[in-house]
C-alpha cells in the first residue's frame, strides 16, 4: 500500500481570504489576420491544401473558416509587401469581461483604441502587447450559420463535414516571438488571465526562452519564444487543430503531394504534448497542423518550468529542433 | 462570394448590462464514489483491466487513480450491499468559488453539511441534488507526487505511462438518471454554473429525457438522464477518457480477451461526439471508455436541441442505443 | 519456464513426398463488374462519395479505379434492370498460371469460353462457378500510368494522394452467396488454388454457413455465405480497403453527411479480425470500407472452424449481426 | 474522359512460353537469431518493454515470441562478445519447396548444410549468402499452442491479446549490410525467389545503395543496404510489426519512459511507404517497430528504382536520415 504522505501534496493555500483566483474573462483566440505579399498563393494554400473555406471578400482582404470553426471567420489573409501577423484577436466571456479587461490593460499603463470591428465581429478594444504585436479583445461575434448544402448532419457542429486537403478542423493557438519572455507572459497573465502552463529556462541561464499560456484548460492558447533578432512584432506560427493524430499524419502525405514542404514533424511536442506539423504557407508564414495537447482541469496547477533540453526533450520522442525553427519567423528578419 | 448575411448571426445581446455571465467557479469532476458488492472483483477489474491504480486503502474501500490524473485520487470503490453511486464531487476553482457554491446551494434551499474531507482532499460541504445523489463540493485537493519509479520522462505529466489493461488516462464524466431532468439541470446550472450544452426532447413531447451539462470547455462533465422508474439517486455510468480513438478500439479487444462483456459500442456519440465503449464492471455498475468529444469555446454557445432521434441519430453513425442502456442503471431496480 | 511440448505442436506431415503443395497461380481479385438500375446515382456514390476516379465510359458501362489501384481499372459498373453482380475477375500470376487454372476448372467439368478481354485486361476465361456467379480468369492487364497532375509524390505508389470523399484506396475482398457453401468453397480452392482461412458451421449443424479463402496472405479475397433463398448468383458485398481503421471511422461521418445509411458497422469481424463499415450504394448493391484483418504467413496454416457464435462472437465485440445483413444481397429475392 | 492510351500501359509479356514464372517457393522470415553481449539486459528489453514472451531457456539463449506470431517462437537470442546477427531463417512453402530451394542455392555454387533444426522448428539447410551472413532455409515448424490462461478469445489468434509495453506483434522483416547490393540481390532472386520491389542508385552513380526484396505480397521480408566498411556479415536492423501507426508512436511514447533512445523515428519511409520507429537495444542491436507498408498484389510489378533522394525523398515527409543510421550496424565496425 502506498504511502500518500510519500506520494501527494496538498498545494493549495490554507489563507484562503488571500487567494489569487483566477480569471476566466477571456474565451478563446476568436480570430487572427495573417499578411501576405502573395494573396492569391496563399488563399489556395488554406482554401485547397489546409482545407478552409472562404466566407468574405474585400479589396485587400479574405476571411476564412474551418470546417468546425462555430464562429464566422477565424482567419483573415491581407495583402502586404511582406508576410507576419496582421493582428491577434481575443475574444471575452462576457461584455463585462471586456470592460474589465480593458479596464486591466489600461491600468497596466496600455494606450488602445476602440474600433468599429471587423466581418466577423463587434467593437473591439485594439492596442499593442509588450513584443510590439497588434492585438485586441472583443465580445461580439457572429456565428456561422450554415447555409443549405452546408448543413451538417449532426447539429451540434457548425458545417457539414465534407473535407478536402488537410480539413483543418478549428483555429487552436498562436505563437509570437518577443524580446522579453518573461515580461510578456506575465502582461499576458495580469491583463487577460492566461495561466502561464509551462516555460522554458535552460539550465544555467536567468533566461526565459519560452513560455506557453493558456486561456480555460488548454495546454495553449498563446506561446512566445524569444525573439533572437534585434527586431519585435514576428509571428512564429499559427496553428489550427485537427482530431486526430492520423489527421497530422494525413496531412503530411497531402503536403508532400501538393509540393508545400515539411519544416518541422510530424513529432510529439514535449511542451503540451501536442502532436505537430509544421509548413510555411506561399506567403512565407509558418502555419502548423496540431492534434492533441494535454487539458489542464485542475485550477491550482503548478507551472511546469523545463530547465534542459537534455535527454532529448526539446520533442517529446528525442527529435531535433531544426535550426529554421528557431530562428525564421515572419517577417524575416534581415540585418541592416 | 457567400453572402454573409444570410450565413452568419450575431447572437450576443446588446444591452450588456443585463448580459449574464458564465459561471467559471466549480474546475472539473474531482473524483466518485462507486459502490460495488463485490469490492475485490471490482477492484481488480478497475486496476487490471480497466488500468488505474491503487493509492490507499481502508477497511471498506480502496482509493485508485489514473496514470493521468494530476489528482492523488479520482475514484473511491467502497463495500456495499448494492452496487451504485457513493459520492460525486465537484471541485471549485478558488476557496472564494467554493463559498460562492456553498451560498448559492443554500439560497435553493439546499441543507448540506461540511465535513472535514477525506483521503485526497480537505473540507468538503455535502448535500443531496435534485436527482438524489449525495454530491459534494470541495477545493483543498492531494496532488500526485510520483514515488521513483513512476517519475514521468515529461515533467507535464503526473505519471510515468507505463500502460496495462486499457489505461485509462484521466476522470472524465457521470451520467446520472434523475426524474426530472429539466429540473435537475436548471440545478446544476443555476447553483453550480454548469452550462447547457445539449438536450434531447423527443419530437411531439414536452418531456426532456436527456441534458449534457459541462463546467469549462468540454462537452460534457455531467448528464442527466430520465430515470425510467419510480426510484431516485441511481448511477447510469461513470466515464474515464482515453487518448484517441484508436485506444477505444484496443479497449475494447481488452475487454472481450477478459471476459468483460461490453454492453454498448464502440460507436460515436451523436451527442457530444465523443467515442465510447460501455461495459458493466462485476460489481454492477455501467462503465465507460471515452474518447474525444467537442469542445465549445465560444462563451455564447447556443443549447443544441435535439427533437428527433429519426435518420440514426441516436447515435452519430445509426447504430440503435441497446433496451438496456436506457433501462439498466445501479442500485438496480426492482419493481415492489 | 514453459513447457514447449505441451504449448507447440508440429503439424506438418513427415511423408514429405505426399505432402499437397499450396497453389500460387492466382494472385489477386482483379476487378469486379457490379449492375445498377441508376447507372449515374450509383456513379455519383462511387466517384464523389467512395472517392473512386473515371477512367473511361462506353455506352452502359462506367470503368472506376481507387487512387492506389496499381491496375487502370477494378470496377465496372453497367446499367442493368436490376442490382446484383456482373461478374467477378481473378488475375492469375502468369499466362502459364492462367493456362494451368484454365485446365483445372475444365477438368472439373467447367464449360467456360475465351473472350478477347476488356478495357483495362487482355483475353479472359469466363465461366460460371457452383453458386451461379459469371467469373473470369485472365492474365493480361493494363497498368495505370498516372497523367500530369496525377503524378505521386512518392514513385511507388500509381496515383497521387488527393483524398476526396471515403477514398477507397484499393480493391479488396467479394462476398458472394451461394447455396452450398462447402462445395463452392471446395470448387475454389481446387479449381483456382484458395486457401480456406476460417469457416463457419453452427454448433449441432451440419451446415457450413460461411467461408473465408484467400490467395496468398491476406484473410480473405473471397467470402462465401450461404443463400437463404431459394436462388443463386446473388452479391452479398464488394469491398475496397483504406489504410487504417481511423479511415474507416471517417468514413462513417462521410456516409452520415451525404445521406448514406450505414447498413452495419463500424465494428471489429471475428472472422478476418478485419475493421468493417457497410453501406448500400443508390443502386442497391451493399459495399464495404474494409481495414485490417489479419495476414497468414505461415503455408501449413489450419483452417478455423467456428461452431460458435456465442460469447458475442458474430463480431469481435459483440455487436449483433442486424437481420438485413444475412438476407439482403442484390438482386433482391422476390417469392414467386 | 480519360484517353486510357496515355494513362495506361500493358506491361505484360506476348510471349507466353518464355515468360519468367515468379517464385512462391518461401513463405515468410520465419525466426531470426541474435547475438548480444548483455543477454540479460537484452532479454528484458524484448520482453518487458518490446512486449515479447519467453518460450524456452537454455545455457546461452532464450528463445522469444511475439503475441501474435502463430509459430512458437521467433526470435532467439544468444549470448556473445559481441552484438550482431546470429543466423537469419526463411520458411519453406512445402518440403518440396525446400527441395527446390536447396537445390537452386548449390546450383549457385553454396555449400550449406543440413542440421537437425532447433527448439521451434525441423531440419534447416545452413548456408552463408554473399554478405556473409549465417542463413538457413526450413519446412518443419512448431506452432504456438496457446496454453490456459493464454487462450485468446478469438480462436483465430494465436495467444491471449494483453498487451505488456510495446506490444510487438509478430516478425516482420530484417536488413541486413552487404558489401554488393546488386549481387546479393540478385542471389536472393534467384535462389530463393524473392521479387525486387525498390532499388536505389543514387543519381550519377553506378552503385546500388539499397534493395528491398519480398518473398509473397509484403512491400519487403528483406532489405539490403550497402555496408560502409570493410566487413560483411552486419545486421543493420531487425523489425517486428505492430498493428497500426497508433501502436507505433505509443511505442516511442513507452520506449522514452523506459529510457531506451530513440535512434531514428516516428516517420513515414519513402520505400515501403511504412511507417517506422528505430532504438538500440540494450545489447546494441537496432530494432525497428513497424506498420504498415504496401501490399504489392500483382504478380508483374515493375521495380521501382529510385534515383534520388531530392525533395526530400528519404524518408516520405522529408525527415532527414541520421548519419549513424547509415553507419552504425552491428557488430560495430572499428578501423584496424
Known sequence: ?????????RLTDPAHDAYQEPIYDVAQLGHVEILTPRLQDTADFFTRVYGLYTVEETADSLYLRAWNDDVLTSLKITAASEPGPGHVAW?????????????????????????DGDIGHGPAYEYRGPGGHLQE???????????????PYLPNQPQKYNPHGVAAAHLDHINLLVPD??????????????????????????DEVGAWLSLMTKAHDLALTQEPYPTEGRLHHLAYAVESREDVLRAADIFMENNVPIDFGPAKHSRTQGFFLYVIEPGGNRVEVFSGGIHIYSPDFETVTWDTETGGRSTAWGLATPPSFKEYATPVYEAP
Chains 1, 2, 3, 4 share one sequence.
Open 1 to 9: 500500500m502506498a504511502d500518500i504522505s510519500l506520494h501527494a501534496e
Open 91 to 115: 475574444r471575452c466571456t462576457s461584455p463585462q469581461a471586456l470592460e474589465r479587461r480593458v479596464a486591466a490593460l489600461e491600468a497596466k499603463g496600455v494606450q488602445g483604441q476602440w474600433t
Open 137 to 151: 479583445i472583443y465580445f461580439e461575434t457572429d456565428k456561422y450559420v450554415a447555409p443549405a448544402g452546408q448543413k
Open 181 to 206: 519572455v518573461t515580461a510578456a507572459s506575465a502582461f499576458a497573465q495580469e491583463s487577460l488571465g492566461f495561466k502561464l502552463r509551462e516555460r522554458l529556462i535552460p539550465a544555467g541561464s536567468d
